[in-house]
């Protein structure tokens, strides 16, 4: 999915538009650099456009032992809106649905971060 993230971005831009960023946490400790290599340029990338969100998800988290707040900071993260760019972690388990709700009902809300 790497080379398709430039064709997708353009379609985020606008508050309206969203960007779904899913890291597999059971892989993190093996591949922090490539995550944060890839999620540093969706994040540059919408900067530059000036608003949108990104979700940055935590998935398969309800099999190893951490918290998303352990889990952001590794990656140095926090929940928030800068240079019009709306940024928020969730932890899900997408196997059986938990945190999905949480997340497409924030990406389809117009308020604030939380």
């Known amino acids: 999915m790497r080379e398709a993230w430039g064709d997708y971005l353009a379609l ?3 508050r309206s538009g969203g960007v779904v960023f ?3 946490v059971t892989t ?3 591949r922090e650099r490539d995550v944060r290599e890839e999620l540093d340029g ?3 990338t919408m900067r530059d456009s000036g608003e949108g969100k990104i979700a940055v998800v935590f998935n398969k988290i309800d099999r190893q032992d951490v918290e998303l707040d352990e889990v952001m900071g590794k990656l140095d993260l926090e929940d928030g809106i800068e240079d019009g760019l709306q940024l ?3 932890k899900t ?3 059986n649905g938990d945190g999905l709700e949480d997340l ?3 990406l389809g809300s117009q ?3 939380r």
Do not use: H, Q
């Open 93 to 95: 388990a997408a196997i």
């Open 22 to 24: 899913m890291i597999d």
């Open 28 to 30: 993190l400790n093996e």
């Open 88 to 90: 928020r972690g969730f």
């Open 42 to 44: 969706v994040l540059e």
């Open 111 to 113: 308020g604030e971060n």
């Open 104 to 106: 497409f009902t924030w």
């Open 12 to 14: 985020a831009e606008g």
